[in-house]
């Protein structure tokens, strides 16, 4: 049994105002969506991503389904993505019909591989979804260029990018859409929460009308039409309120929040310079054109074996930590709804070997334990 307590793999952090602001939202009597703090927290991502339009959802999925809608997929449309990712950057296509077509990712920094993003494309294409893994940005230069070249809508999956950057630009405004995530589990939270960032100004009024039912209602409310009515596809995206108070006490504190994350995120990688130099394991890579945001530390061990032994042994010390995608190519929905370009190998190796340790505000305190017990673990 372990002498000190357990460390959990995540933790939500709070920044200590959720509570008196989701009062003040109560005290305001309006507690459905699009209120007073939905419009302070749509403009703070306007201003930090510079999206012509930040429209908040009650998760990163459902602003992906979005995406899906507003990229026009009919069934048989192909979508080309990563296979080493989240089920919801698949599952918003599959919804309308679309088929996922998995490519493989760069083995340094586990982003889909743009040199084989347009030999995937056919005349069915329509959208390119990059996933920045970890935060980190993909090779959106190359990708853009291609959805120019083949008229195809890219949709960036930044759930976990929210305050990283490409060249400078921040993550989830690079693309015709993107999609950041609030969920507990990431940087800025709500519980379950996310936004669907609108860099094209020509997609705007569609993707109001698409979150608000199919109707014209956000436009009723600033008063461009005098009634509001049916007028498209639609469903109900949109946050009540009260979670939308709690992330704007989380928005506050955003940069405060990454720059306590880079910093347990720069210890681990300081603590396993030597293990990487020796041969002994992976750390993650971040181009020097690419800002991160700390969203997640993970290590690349040797093999199945070495990772299944190294999480059992953490586990036994009282450390949590936990491994990360199954390939989407290899799972029963993706084999039936998708299809596998190439036999993507990098992926299927990373699956096995990679595993993402403890990472949360407040770790601070006991990451030396942390790191000596994994630094033994290693050395068994
Ligand atoms: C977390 C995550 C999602 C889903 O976010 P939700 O807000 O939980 O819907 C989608 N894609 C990626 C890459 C994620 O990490």
Redo the contacts with the bound molecule.
């Keep these: 049994m372990p002498h000190s307590a357990p460390i959990p793999f995540n933790k939500p952090h709070l920044t200590g105002r959720e509570a008196a602001n989701i009062d003040v939202a109560h005290g305001m009597g309006h507690l459905s969506g699009d209120g007073h703090f939905t419009r302070l927290c749509s403009a703070w991502l306007e201003a930090t991503t510079g999206a012509k339009k930040a429209l908040l959802t009650h998760?990163?999925?459902?602003a992906?389904e979005m995406a899906a809608f507003l990229a026009g997929i009919q069934p048989g449309d192909e979508v080309i993505m990563p296979s080493y990712?989240?089920v919801?950057?698949a599952n918003a296509f599959v919804l309308r019909g679309g088929v996922p077509v998995f490519i493989d990712i760069r083995p340094d920094t586990l982003n889909l591989d743009e040199g084989l993003v347009e030999q995937a494309v056919t005349p069915r294409t329509r959208a390119i979804v990059p996933?920045h893994y970890a935060g980190v940005a993909c090779e959106m230069d190359p990708i853009l260029a291609i959805g120019r070249k083949h008229g195809l809508m890219v949709v960036e999956?930044a759930?976990?990018g929210i305050l990283s950057a490409y060249r400078g630009k921040p993550l989830g405004s690079l693309g015709d859409l993107g999609a950041f995530?609030?969920?507990e589990?990431?940087n800025i939270i709500c519980g379950?929460?996310?936004a669907l960032l609108v860099r094209n100004p020509a997609l705007v009024e569609r993707a109001e009308i698409i979150r608000e039912k199919g109707t014209n209602r956000a436009r009723f409310f600033r008063g461009e039409i005098d009634k509001y009515t049916w007028v498209d596809v639609g469903s109900s995206y949109l946050p009540g309120e009260i979670v939308t108070a709690f992330l704007w006490a989380q928005i506050e504190e955003a940069h405060s929040i990454t720059r306590r994350r880079l910093r347990i995120w720069d210890r681990y990688h300081a603590a396993f310079e030597s293990a990487e130099r020796s041969g002994r394991l992976r750390r993650p890579v971040v181009p020097a054109h690419c800002t991160h945001n700390a969203h997640m530390y993970y290590l690349v061990l040797a093999d199945l074996d070495d990772r299944t032994r190294f999480i059992a042994s953490l586990r036994n010390r009282g450390i949590h930590c936990v491994f990360h995608y199954v390939p989407l190519h290899s799972s029963p929905a993706g084999r039936e709804r998708g299809r596998a370009h190439g036999d993507l190998p990098v992926t299927l190796d990373r699956a096995d070997r990679l595993v993402r340790l403890p990472l949360w505000l407040g770790l601070e305190a006991h990451q030396d334990r942390v790191i000596d017990e994994i630094l033994a673990v290693l050395r068994d």
């Excluded at 998760?59 to 459902?62: E, R």
Aim: aromatic letters at 10%; proline letters at 0%.
């Design positions: 998760s990163c999925t459902a992906l990712t989240f919801s950057t996933v999956d759930a976990q995530s609030f969920h589990t990431k379950e929460g996310g």
